[in-house]
């Protein structure tokens, strides 16, 4: 049987959510319940309220939620809007949050989601095939030339961005683009460099990221959760790319600043206090032992903040 999704360094995120009798933690990314099930064997008294846009990640989670009654709460939903969801649920504060962002080994298991660059697959990549977005196959045949070379630039931060966005076009006029061997065919073609392998992840990269707005939800579900944790609570985000860990990195250390007014001023006039205690200044990465087990978790990097504030 596929396993759904091996998580990802684990131990290092148990240790490091610091986990408290009775706490409450939300999952943002349950995908197969590996971390949400660490948390609640690891502390007995805790409850996870657990989101995942994805309809298989819910239905496979039912397994998980039987073996945890009254203390797992799953909703399918992008983590962008949990916030929402939890006061609806009547939770004002929580004591930690997990992101363990990015796609799971499932969807790249499953061509048909349109992930697996090699095995042939409709071009969809949404996460939540129920949300009325558009699917990859939409984008590449009908968004202008100059949009689809500043997504592949800009999220998949692919130096022949531009000549890939050409092939797309020029491609398209004699033949729709419908699946990603077709279209990973099109980046072999029209790309000089010879590292084919990283031109086509990146872009696969980019159109995942911009269709699944998924750097907007992760700025917005920083921002939340840094205010709803408790003194002391822990906010722990795993990343997969460069430019989520970027955007983890800027907000724990401006949370951790407080104040942005320019450097040039005398005083501080914004009155932002610091919020955030940066726990780990380089991010942790997975042991040895571990990418050799699991190759997908090679490029993981894993960034913890603590909230400031007197612990009750
Ligand atoms: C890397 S997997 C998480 C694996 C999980 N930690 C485990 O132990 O199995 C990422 C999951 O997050 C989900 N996801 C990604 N972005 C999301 C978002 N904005 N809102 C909700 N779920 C999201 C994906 O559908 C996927 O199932």
């Not at 995120?13 to 409450?24: C, Q, Y």
């Not at 029209?190 to 939800?217: C, D, M």
């Not at 959760?225 to 722990?236: E, I, Q, Y």
Request: one cysteine or more.
């Amino acid at each position: 049987m596929e396993t759904y999704h091996v998580p990802v360094m684990l131990h290092e995120v148990l240790e490091h959510l610091a986990l408290k009798p009775n706490g409450v933690y939300v999952d943002g990314t349950f995908g197969g319940g590996g971390h949400t099930s660490g948390i609640l064997e690891a502390e007995p008294s805790a409850k996870v309220f657990a989101f995942d846009r994805d309809g298989d990640a819910i239905t496979c989670g039912r397994d998980v939620s039987g073996k945890f009654p009254g203390r797992l709460f799953l909703f399918r939903e992008n983590f962008r809007f949990f916030r929402t969801q939890l006061a609806m649920e009547r939770i004002r504060k929580i004591d930690g949050m997990l992101l363990d962002l990015g796609i799971s080994s499932h969807f790249v298991d499953t061509p048909e989601r349109g992930y697996n660059m090699t095995l042939e697959g409709r071009l969809d990549m949404r996460m939540n095939q129920d949300e009325d977005v558009i699917t990859a196959a939409e984008l590449v045949n009908e968004y202008p030339e100059s949009e689809i070379r500043r997504i592949i630039y800009d999220y998949g931060e692919e130096r022949e961005a531009g000549r890939i966005a050409e092939g797309i076009v020029v491609e398209r006029a004699r033949k729709p683009i419908q699946t990603t061997v077709e279209l990973g065919e099109i980046i072999d073609r029209w790309t000089r460099s010879p590292h084919k392998l990283k031109a086509k992840a990146r872009v696969f990269q980019a159109i995942r990221i911009y269709i699944n707005g998924e750097l907007e939800a992760l700025r917005e579900a920083l921002v939340d959760a840094t205010a709803l944790l408790n003194p002391g609570g822990r906010l722990a985000v795993i990343s997969f790319q460069s430019l989520e860990d970027r955007i983890v990195k800027q907000l724990f250390q401006r949370y951790e600043r407080g104040c942005v007014c320019p450097p040039e001023f005398p005083a501080c006039v914004c009155g932002r206090k610091p919020s955030l205690t940066v726990v780990t200044r380089k991010p942790l990465t997975p042991s040895p032992v571990e990418i050799t087990a699991n190759r997908r978790a090679r490029s993981a990097r894993l960034r913890i903040a603590e909230k400031k504030g007197a612990q009750g």
